[in-house]
């Protein structure tokens, strides 16, 4: 389990945009210890709107084929990783 919800970032988000209060003074409303913590949940709602606040759930897995045409690529071309 996540330990801050969707609904309380973007909560908290909502009025740091909307001038409710600085970074410190949310960070100490919610129990938030780390203030760099809601810096990073701005960006990424700046950069990637409500769903740069969600939780990434992806657990992909790439095919033995797929990874030895990925290194073969790397390995001929002067492409980088």
Do not use: C, T
Not at 18 to 29: E, H, R, T, Y
């Amino acid at each position: 389990m996540a330990k801050y919800s969707y609904e309380l970032k973007k909560q908290i988000v909502m009025e740091s945009l909307d001038g409710q209060g600085g970074i410190g003074f949310l960070a100490k409303k919610y129990g938030i210890p780390n203030h760099a913590q809601i810096q990073r949940w701005i960006a990424a709602y700046q950069k990637f709107g409500d769903s740069g606040l969600m939780r990434s759930r992806k657990n992909e897995s790439y095919s033995f084929e797929y990874k030895l045409h990925v290194v073969e690529l790397y390995l001929s071309s002067e492409v980088s990783y």
